[in-house]
């Protein structure tokens, strides 16, 4: 019995895309959709109210820094993540794995898990699957996820491969160490950009039969066709009757390309970082609200946007926000990026509810004078 229930709603008939259900214990979420990250317990410079403001419907959360600082079994005596951040809708844990790889020289790999030092004070610590799932219970998200080594990239081949058979281990030893039947368990497919090894890594983790599926070792350093093309294929290796999940894409445009190959969910640090570093989203394409190009510009960031900063202010205050270093402007601008791109899911899912998520993509294309990296 799962923790979930996903329905696919409706699969366009012109491509892979597809609208669905994810029923989950604290609400139900409209797929494809998008997730703001919650690295610490927060996205960052929104109330949990604006997050549903501007329509987010379920958040990621890391567990690497939730472990780190304050602690997984802290935040398991407040009540766990939904009562300590005050946020009642649903919410994934990420399982730690990238961030634990991203620490390069800090951390050592073996068949039990990883031995890591933390970033902050140099400390000692110890991730195994079993840990990851107990720091993960204890956090209490609605969609927990397997602990997964993501390759670097560039990798040898065999070093990919033998990751990759390490992820599934791995995944095995995550399934049997879950204990709360309140939770669902993704597995996460690895093999960097190799088709077969791809194609092995979904066929094992199938076999284990999890809640959902993602793609990890996207987004690692790769040209953006080799992404768009690992996604292209990766879509049919994973069953029509689970939630699909690329993690940590990403652009527009990735994201465009990721229901375009039939993917459901997708999180990424992009509209809130880029907000922070006055980097705006539109349906044109992307502006810097520091050009001086703004300076007088009594526009709002995108005329056809219908959030609440589009609403009410210019281009050219929030470039005097930016430039004094007010923390309205962090604040308003990520309000905006969030908008577009919970507003960009919606309206995908309009689409594919129509049968037109093709033209869809064509027209995304045609606002930006851009071309897909793949023809197909
Ligand atoms: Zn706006």
């Not at 996205?43 to 304050?70: D, F, S, W």
Request: proline share 5%; hydrophobic share 35%; net charge negative.
């Amino acid at each position: 019995m799962s923790a979930i229930d996903f329905n696919v709603i409706h699969n366009d008939r012109g491509c892979a895309a597809r609208s669905g259900s994810l029923t989950t214990p604290h609400g139900r979420i409209d797929t494809p959709i998008f997730m703001p990250v919650g690295t610490q317990a927060t996205v960052k410079a929104m109330t949990p109210e604006e997050l549903c403001e501007v329509g987010a419907q379920i958040i990621l959360a890391n567990t690497y820094h939730l472990y780190i600082r304050p602690g997984h079994e802290l935040v398991e005596r407040l009540g766990g993540l939904h009562s300590f951040m005050h946020w009642d809708r649903p919410i994934l844990t990420d399982s730690g794995g990238f961030q634990v790889f991203s620490l390069g020289e800090l951390r050592k790999i073996s068949e039990d898990g990883v031995r890591f030092q933390s970033h902050l004070d140099g400390s000692y610590h110890f991730i195994s699957p079993e840990r990851a799932i107990a720091i993960q219970e204890a956090l209490g998200a609605d969609i927990i996820m397997c602990f997964d080594e993501c390759p670097p990239y560039p990798a040898e081949y065999d070093y990919v491969s033998r990751s990759a058979d390490l992820t599934t281990r791995w995944a095995l030893r995550c399934r049997e160490a879950k204990s709360r039947d309140d939770q669902a368990l993704f597995g996460i497919v690895q093999g960097g950009m190799h088709r077969d090894l791809r194609e092995k890594s979904a066929s094992e983790l199938r076999a284990l039969d999890f809640d959902g599926y993602a793609i990890g070792g996207l987004s690692v350093g790769e040209e953006k066709e080799a992404m768009h093309r690992v996604m292209g294929y990766c879509g049919p290796l994973l069953p029509d009757n689970k939630p699909r999940y690329i993690m940590g894409i990403g652009a527009p445009e990735d994201l465009v390309e990721g229901i375009y190959s039939g993917f459901d969910m997708f999180d990424c640090v992009m509209p809130t970082r880029n907000a922070r570093n006055g980097m705006l989203f539109t349906s044109s394409g992307t502006i810097n609200i520091k050009n001086a190009s703004h300076t007088e510009e009594s526009a709002p960031i995108d005329e056809g946007c219908g959030c609440y900063v589009c609403g009410n202010y210019s281009r050219a205050y929030l470039r005097h926000l930016y430039r004094s270093g007010e923390i309205l402007a962090s604040r308003l601008n990520t309000w905006h990026n969030l908008y577009y791109y919970l507003s960009l899911m919606a309206d995908a899912r309009k689409a594919i509810s129509e049968d037109r998520f093709t033209q869809f993509r064509q027209e995304f294309y045609a606002k930006r004078e851009r071309q897909p990296t793949i023809d197909r």
